[in-house]
């Protein structure tokens, strides 16, 4: 490396040559990563911590078993300082991930478990984190404020065991966060000793000033603002991965300002600070919006954001949002870049029906305007409220194939397709009865299992009043329960319908027997090839558009009925992340032409190769016209060439299908741009793309660190436009 003084565009090279080695040694060690980077590194080599059990089966438990074991490994945890970074420390471990148990066996639900697997319910029990902290707090109180804070509702709970057990976690948590800082404020020094180069001894004396000021003391700078929110995040993800972020723009923006009039920073400087935030930690940050007033929240620090995630070029995870009294440069400025830099950032949030949508649970615009984006598909309000989204879903494409099933088996009349709704919807009532359910089992018992001990810090509640966010320590309790499968499902009653009772070209015997078998044989694969080809969700007008209406209505009134049977709200959405896959494995042979294991369909997409142009506009009004419509999201995911991006006026196209995709009541939107040969060649060896980021679902991810599996989605998306499984 050159002893001259280097440029923060020189810095932040260096800085990603970095990290696509930290990646590619992540990922020789530990195999594929199908979900977010995280901006993990891997621990020094001889490093070892093992958890301290605190429970007969070995694991721990409860706020005392998750308080030592989270203090003890921050005692010990290794340290680590990159004299280019303007930032210090990063998070190793995860350690939700090393109890050997993952629930308490005294917690049973084995009542709740055959209704579970018979619909393929992924329940959320024992599931953590996932929802929004409030940064604010924390940045106000800074974690000397914060024990302050623990110890002074602690005196005023004197003589509350359980209380005094849940403040003494509290404690142990902070003080933990500060032993881990204390010994990084060590590492630093020592560095900056043994650093030859004036510029870069400089940057390690001033992060070792933030750091130390930081171990009490609230921040009072942008750099101490992004160095706070960076020791935040990797204390929360090695406590459970949580990654929720917030409004970051309106979070930094304060210290900016005082900065900016002070003369002490300039915006190339602000831009370097807030790139090595973001190459922390990946973190879900919403950009841009408006306040609870409605007032448009963008301001040049929005900017400053946009600039510095295109300057750092690796994945990151920030949400514009988009609504009527924008500031539209911010809108196309995101476009611009999203369509230049190509790694699948920003994606767009629709503030219309998000707040619309929010305000039919019974809140007030002002309250819903609050609810942001922090997270892959799913909206909460910083700090108040418990949502669990993304952790509870229901695989429609199994309630069908029970359906089916019992239509064979079980013959109540002739079976036709008004038959098998019926039952299709008899089994999804059944299913969201279970699903509710297994939310109030988690809701009280979570407590006893894990405790949000880190987020609880940066809730507006749980310290006040010595309860978990999870014990009704917060104000809002809204349960996102997400349907999974919509095409696959829309597709089989089209198909169906079309195919039997419309051109009766097949009969229902002959569909019940080639989905035994598996559309085994040439006539197999010939119907089977008939049934796909019928009329699709996504290609506008027709059978697969109405029965995708019809299905999201149904689930949408079955989850809306009626709540919980402990009183807890629950709010539909259409969303299956990663679960894809693997919900698709548990899914038999399916009326739509889809093979037994294959992934049942992504979130609310149509099925890959629903039309062979793949019109954009038709897909995003086909999937504005299934939102459920309750203030969580039914994300569309896009897929553009580089060519069609590279036209004149692209951004301007692509900023008019995203507002009219919102217009329509479009909560939130996903775009690739990418080439479909580099996608094929990347996927036949992705070493020889490291630095290929796509946004899989809802994050973003390096090509490269993906499962084969994972890769084909992306493929599919991309290239199948024939109606089959896209190989390569």
């Known amino acids: 490396m050159t002893t001259g003084r280097l440029t923060y565009a020189e810095r932040l090279d260096l800085l990603r040559e970095r990290k696509l080695a930290q990646t590619r040694a992540k990922l020789d060690k530990n195999g594929y990563m199908d979900e977010d980077d995280y901006g993990t590194v891997l621990p020094p080599d001889g490093f070892h911590w093992e958890p301290i059990a605190t429970h007969p089966d070995g694991s721990f438990y409860g706020a005392a078993g998750w308080a030592r074991n989270f203090r003890s490994l921050m005692e010990v945890h290794p340290t680590y300082v990159d004299p280019l970074d303007a930032l210090a420390g990063r998070w190793m471990f995860f350690l939700s991930r090393l109890r050997p148990v993952p629930w308490p066996p005294e917690l049973d639900y084995s009542h709740l478990v055959p209704t579970q697997q018979r619909y393929c319910i992924r329940a959320g029990i024992g599931a953590d984190s996932h929802f929004g902290p409030d940064y604010r707090i924390g940045l106000a109180l800074g974690w000397g404020g914060l024990l302050e804070k623990v110890r002074r509702f602690r005196r005023q709970h004197a003589g509350d065991a359980e209380k005094e057990a849940f403040y003494q976690a509290e404690e142990d948590v902070i003080l933990g966060v500060q032993s881990w800082i204390r010994r990084t404020v060590e590492a630093i020094r020592e560095a900056e000793r043994s650093e030859a180069r004036p510029q870069l001894r400089r940057n390690l004396r001033e992060t070792a000033a933030a750091n130390a000021h930081l171990i009490d003391g609230p921040p009072r700078s942008l750099r101490e603002a992004c160095q706070w929110i960076a020791q935040f995040n990797m204390a929360s993800r090695t406590y459970n991965r949580d990654g929720a972020g917030g409004q970051l723009d309106e979070l930094l923006r304060p210290y900016y300002a005082r900065d900016l009039s002070a003369g002490r920073i300039d915006d190339e400087e602000a831009v370097f600070l807030i ?367 580089p060519g069609l991006a590279a036209q004149e006026g692209a951004v301007e196209q692509v900023a008019a299908l995203i507002r009219t995709h919102f217009d329509l009541g479009g909560t939130l939107f996903n775009i690739n741009i990418i080439d479909a040969d580099t996608l094929r060649e990347a996927h036949k060896d992705p070493s020889r793309y490291p630095d290929l980021i796509v946004r899989v679902t809802g994050f973003t991810a390096y090509f490269a660190s993906l499962s084969p599996e994972f890769r084909q989605l992306v493929v599919d998306r991309l290239i199948d436009a024939g109606g089959g499984r896209a190989g390569v």
Request: net charge positive; aromatic share 8%.
């Open 275 to 641: 790139a090595c935030l973001l190459l922390n930690d990946p973190h879900y940050y919403q950009l841009g919006g408006p306040g609870p007033d409605g007032k448009d929240l963008t301001s040049r620090v929005s900017f400053l954001v946009l600039e510095a995630a295109h300057r750092l070029g690796t994945s990151c995870n920030l949400t514009v949002r988009v609504h009527e009294g924008m500031d539209e440069r911010l809108l196309v400025e995101s476009v611009r870049h999203l369509l230049r830099d190509r790694r699948g950032w920003p994606r767009f949030c629709g503030d219309k029906g998000l707040v619309e949508g929010f305000m039919r649970n019974g809140y007030p615009a002002e309250l819903a305007r609050e609810r942001i984006a922090v997270g892959c598909h799913w909206m909460a309000i910083p700090g108040r409220e418990y949502t669990l989204n993304d952790c509870v879903k229901i695989n429609t494409a199994k309630v069908l194939e029970v359906a089916l099933g019992e239509m064979r088996d079980e013959p109540a009349g002739a079976p036709s397709v008004a038959a098998l709704w019926r039952r299709f919807r008899t089994h999804l009532r059944r299913a969201v009865r279970c699903t509710a359910e297994g939310i109030d089992f988690h809701l009280d018992h979570q407590r006893f299992n894990q405790p949000e001990l880190m987020l609880n810090l940066l809730c507006h509640g749980p310290i006040e009043k010595g309860r978990d966010v999870t014990d009704s320590g917060v104000e809002f309790y809204n349960l996102g329960v997400d349907g999974a499968g919509l095409a696959t499902v829309a597709d089989s009653f089209a198909a169906l319908q079309q195919r039997i009772e419309r051109e009766r070209v097949v009969g229902w015997d002959e569909i019940a027997r080639h989905l035994r078998g598996n559309w085994a044989g040439t006539d197999g694969e010939r119907v089977r090839r008939m049934m796909r080809g019928a009329e699709r969700f996504g290609r506008g007008r027709g059978l697969g558009d109405a029965w995708a209406v019809r299905v999201s209505d149904c689930f949408t009134r079955l989850v809306k009925e009626r709540p919980t049977p402990g009183g807890r709200n629950m709010i539909p959405g259409w969303f299956s992340w990663s679960a894809t896959i693997a919900l698709g494995k548990e899914v038999g042979a399916t009326p739509n032409g889809r093979r037994a294991g294959e992934p049942i369909s992504h979130g609310a997409n149509p099925d890959p190769g629903f039309r062979a142009d793949s019109a954009p506009t038709a897909m995003a009004k086909a999937i504005a016209a299934i939102q459920p419509g309750y203030g969580n999201t039914a994300p569309i995911q896009l897929e553009l060439d």
